[in-house]
Nanobody, 123 residues
Framework: IQVIESGGGLVQSGGSLRLSCEAS????????LGWARQAPGKEREFVAA????????DYADSVKGRFTISRDGDRNTVFLQLHSLTPEDTAVYYC?????????????????WGQGTQVTVPS
């Protein structure tokens, strides 16, 4: 399984951005697709996750109401829509896939990770 992110960039405070993550390979084993982020000098943290069936979604409290995760089943692609961005959202955003046997938002259980995409919101 491979996951490849795209869509990062520089955006002004209050702006929006959409990140994409395409999963390929043996996707039949994927139960969870999620996003995490890591800011300079900080640990990687959970941002959002969606079950492969798209029936469950979870968000970190810090992004709830501002970020939306969704899935395009036909393309095996997950999107993260970011709104009302602040400098505190500046980080490398990683997409990852968890292979079960159930939906799981624990980063330690996500087995396949992308290379990350930088999101920068200048102060």
């Amino acid at each position: 399984i491979q996951v490849i992110e795209s869509g990062g960039g520089l955006v002004q405070s209050g702006g929006s951005l959409r990140l994409s993550c395409e999963a390929s390979g043996d996707t039949s084993n994927i139960y969870t697709l999620g996003w995490a982020r890591q800011a300079p000098g900080k640990e990687r943290e959970f941002v959002a996750a969606i079950s492969w069936s798209a029936t469950r979604r979870d968000y970190a409290d810090s992004v709830k109401g501002r970020f939306t995760i969704s899935r395009d089943g036909d393309r095996n692609t997950v999107f993260l829509q970011l709104h009302s961005l602040t400098p505190e959202d500046t980080a490398v955003y990683y997409c990852a896939a968890g292979t079960g046997p159930y939906y799981d938002i624990s980063l330690s259980d996500w087995k396949y990770w992308g290379q990350g995409t930088q999101v920068t919101v200048p102060s």
